[in-house]
């Protein structure tokens, strides 16, 4: 899963560099990139972080 998150932090990298100004490169990157891929991984790392959880509430 990394692999795609890394790919689509390039994609939108490069997108961004193509940008007519400063500001409009900084937003594509933000909004298409930071944004939707932060989502992303909070939501499928969400188990990881229940298991987690679970394990050291056991342990206790």
């Known amino acids: 899963m990394y692999i795609v998150a890394i790919a689509w932090i390039y994609v939108t990298l490069l997108m961004a560099l193509t940008e007519t100004n400063v ?23 969400s188990p990881m972080r229940r298991r987690r959880r679970r394990e050291e509430d056991e342990a206790d």
Do not use: H, R, S
Not at 28 to 40: D, E, I, K, S, V
């Open 23 to 45: 500001t409009a490169g900084i937003l594509t990157f933000a909004l298409y990139g930071l944004l939707p891929l932060a989502l992303l991984l909070w939501l499928f790392g």
